[in-house]
C-alpha cells in the first residue's frame, strides 16, 4: 500500500536561507505523481510543485525545487531565499497512477524567523 | 481561477445530529473530494468521486457517506455526528488526469459538542 512520511513535525529558518522539507514515500507501482502543498494560517491549500515518477529532471517552480531521489523514494521540497511569508504547514502528497487516491503526509510547520 | 465553494466556515452541532457540509466548483471539474484534517495526522481521504452519482470510499469512510447529484456539487453526511467527528473538513476538486493538483475549498471547522 502507498505510504507518505514526513518525519519533521516543525523546522525553523532564518529568512533569506535556504530550506529543505522532508518527504519518503513507499509504493511498488512504477507510475506516480508526487505534489506538494503549502497550507497558511489561513487555511487554504496552495499547490506548490509537481514531479512525476517518470521525470527525467527534478521539477522547480520559481523558489521551489523537488529533490527527487526515485531510488531511495525521497522528494524533498527546497525553498530558497526563505520569506516571512513562507511560514506555513508543508504537506507532501502522492498518487499511484492510473486513477489513484492522493494520499498526504503529516505534515510540517515552518517558521521563518526575521 | 478555479473556485471550490464550502458552505460554511465554522458549524457547531450537536451529538447525534445529522450534517450535511456542502462544496461546490465551478471549473466543471471530474473529480471531486473530502479529506478531513487532524493535527499530526495530514489530511484523510473520506470519500471521492470520479463523476455525478458516482462514489468510491476512501481511507477512512466509516460514518460518513456522500452525494453527489450535479457535477459542481459534492455533499458530505455525518449520518449521527460524534464527538470524534470533530475535526476540518476540506473538500477538493480536479480534472480527470493523475497529474492534476486538486483545487482545494477554505474548510469547515466542524465541532460536535
Known amino acids: 500500500a502507498q505510504k507518505i512520511t514526513q518525519t519533521q513535525p516543525g523546522m525553523f529558518v532564518q529568512e533569506k536561507e535556504a530550506v529543505t522539507l522532508d518527504c519518503t514515500y513507499d509504493t511498488s507501482d512504477p507510475s506516480y505523481g508526487l505534489f506538494w502543498y503549502k497550507q497558511p494560517s489561513s487555511g487554504e491549500m496552495i499547490f506548490l510543485i509537481y514531479q512525476g515518477s517518470y521525470d527525467q529532471q527534478n521539477a522547480t517552480e520559481g523558489r521551489y525545487s523537488l529533490n527527487f531521489q526515485k531510488a531511495r523514494k525521497s522528494a524533498n521540497l527546497v525553498i530558497s531565499a526563505s520569506q516571512l511569508g513562507d511560514s506555513a504547514m508543508y504537506f507532501c502528497a502522492m498518487r499511484e497512477f492510473p486513477g489513484g487516491k492522493l494520499i498526504f503526509g503529516q505534515g510540517t510547520e515552518l517558521s521563518v524567523k526575521p | 481561477d478555479v473556485k471550490v465553494t464550502q458552505s460554511s466556515r465554522y458549524l457547531v452541532k450537536r451529538t447525534g445530529e445529522k450534517v450535511f457540509l456542502e462544496c461546490v466548483q465551478d471549473m466543471d471539474h471530474e473529480n471531486m473530494f473530502w479529506y478531513r484534517q487532524d493535527p499530526g495526522l495530514g489530511l484523510r481521504l473520506i470519500y471521492f468521486?470520479?463523476?455525478?452519482?458516482?462514489?468510491e470510499k476512501g481511507d477512512i469512510p466509516e460514518g460518513y457517506s456522500v452525494s453527489r447529484e450535479k457535477k459542481e456539487r459534492f455533499s458530505l453526511i455525518l449520518e449521527s455526528a460524534s464527538t470524534n467527528q470533530t475535526s476540518m473538513y476540506l473538500c477538493a476538486s480536479s480534472p480527470p488526469q493523475d497529474n492534476s493538483p486538486l483545487h482545494f475549498g477554505n474548510g469547515t471547522r466542524l465541532t460536535v459538542t
Open positions: 468521486s470520479y463523476d455525478v452519482k458516482m462514489k
